[in-house]
């Protein structure tokens, strides 16, 4: 049976509604599910979801839907059905988090008190940083695989290029999927092929990064497939400005470009590129009330929750613990990583609920299902410390037909349903 919270009509301001669970989780996304279920099957009693939504997304498969090769339907369901049995979901946002108090207070005035919290609200997406972009996002050819709602229009205006310029940017800050950039530029420019406009296709690649992988074993791969596209790659570029009437984006060069590094006083160097097509990655960071929270790493802000990298436990509130993309882990934000980060958050919560110390260790597993072209896809895993970690008995660093196959049908049915009910 599903216990879920009745809707209180609040006034803001004042508390409405006092709830307490022995473990409550804020975010009922792909790390806030795996460690629900998880718990459950262990015969946890008394966990509680904060989870605004109604809908939960397989975000994996954006990069399909926005190249035509996937439906976007398929990516979503009702919340209430992904919520595991006997877990109370309490449809409410997380405002503020007073770990001294073990208190989560919501948008819609209710306080939920705690005795041991997960953190697992996800990353947030700042389109705000680019200048100009939320107003042409959607229109102008200017689209993003990481919204529900624009990855088809990525499909769309890719059937409508016919030559010209296809653009493909990538923050300087952390983001979900660090692949899901540069997946779909290769997708459009397979496209490009297949219909046969390629040569009047310039693909570029302006990214704030330093490289194209940062895994040795994986750029090998990766700057085969560039090559063989004749993308431009443009790294130390971080995008700052869009105009999407003029369809020209303006990109920044980072610090450690070498005209930045030979005059570091003067002001940073900007490059306008026009575009026919632009896919946008926005810079990301930690949900607004975890950066605001005690919670926060004070070395970055960006706000991650501060954890052990290897027990997932709060560097300084021992009955607190985050996992997936809202965490400090030095590592890929991944589903993927998301499925070896639960059972050792899982293990070690139940051992200091018992009173002992976590002593599950998480390596920083993560992998990147690398598609490269309608029907090739190669597996990236990799551990902490950018350490190549092929798992699987086939040669990982071909593009392959069965990787593609995995990634179109056998991950999203072990996401559904082996994941999410903690099987997997
Ligand atoms: C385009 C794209 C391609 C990707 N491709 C892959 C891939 O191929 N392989 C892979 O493994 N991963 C991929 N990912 C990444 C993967 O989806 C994430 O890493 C994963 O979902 C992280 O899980 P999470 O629970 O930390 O965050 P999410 O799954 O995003 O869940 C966070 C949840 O927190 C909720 N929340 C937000 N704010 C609050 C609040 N204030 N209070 C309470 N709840 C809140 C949200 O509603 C959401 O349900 C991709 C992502 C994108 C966008």
Redesign the pocket.
């Known amino acids: 049976m599903i216990i879920r919270e009745e809707k209180t009509i609040t006034v803001r301001s004042q508390v409405k509604e006092q709830l307490h669970h022995k473990i409550l989780i804020?975010?009922?996304?792909?790390?806030?599910l795996t460690v629900a279920a998880q718990l459950r099957r262990k015969g946890v009693e008394d966990v509680g979801v904060?989870?605004?939504?109604d809908k939960?997304y397989y975000?994996?498969a954006?990069?399909l839907v926005g190249a035509g090769a996937y439906r976007p339907e398929a990516t979503v369901r009702p919340e209430e059905h992904q919520i595991p049995q006997g877990i109370r979901w309490i449809q409410d946002?997380?405002?503020e988090i007073d770990p001294i108090k073990q208190v989560v207070r919501t948008r819609e005035g209710r306080e939920v008190g705690y005795d041991f919290l997960v953190v697992?609200?996800?990353?947030q997406l700042d389109w705000h940083k680019i200048e100009g972009l939320e107003e042409t996002l959607g229109q102008n050819g200017v689209s993003s695989?990481?919204r529900f709602d624009l990855a088809p229009k990525t499909w769309a205006f890719m059937q409508q290029l016919k030559g010209g310029v296809a653009l493909f940017s990538a923050p300087s800050t952390p983001v979900?999927?660090g692949?899901?950039p540069q997946k779909i530029m290769y997708l459009t420019a397979d496209y490009a092929r297949r219909r046969g406009f390629a040569r009047g296709l310039e693909v570029v690649f302006g990214s704030a990064g330093t490289t194209i992988f940062a895994v040795p074993e994986i750029k090998a791969v990766l700057d085969r497939v560039i090559e063989r596209y004749g993308i431009d790659t443009r790294f130390h570029h971080e995008l700052v400005a869009v105009d999407g009437h003029k369809k020209e984006a303006t990109f920044e060069l980072t610090a450690n470009h070498p005209k930045v590094k030979a005059a570091p006083e003067a002001p940073k160097p900007r490059i306008t590129i026009p575009f026919d097509f632009l896919h946008v990655v926005p810079p990301q960071s930690a949900?607004d009330?975890i950066k605001q929270s005690p919670l926060a790493d004070p070395s970055t802000p960006l706000g991650w929750v501060e954890v052990n990298k290897h027990t997932l436990q709060h560097a300084r509130f021992p009955n607190v613990f985050s996992l997936?993309?809202?965490s400090s882990l030095p590592t890929s934000?991944?589903?993927?990583a998301?499925r070896k980060q639960a059972p050792v958050l899982v293990e070690n919560l139940l051992s200091v609920m018992k009173g002992q110390e976590p002593s599950r260790q998480y390596d920083g597993y993560t992998?990147?299902?690398l598609v490269t072209a309608y029907g090739k896809m190669f597996l990236a895993e990799f551990l902490y410390d950018n350490k190549w970690h092929p798992t699987l008995p086939i040669n990982t660093q071909k593009e392959r037909y069965d990787m593609w196959l995995l990634k179109k049908h056998g991950l999203p049915f072990m996401y559904w349903n082996l994941m999410l009910k903690g099987q997997a």
């Open positions: 804020v975010g009922g996304g792909t790390a806030g904060l989870e605004p939504s939960h975000q994996a954006w990069t946002a997380a405002e697992a609200a996800g990353i695989n990481y979900k999927c692949g899901a949900p009330f997936g993309d809202a934000k991944t589903g993927a998301v992998s990147c299902p």
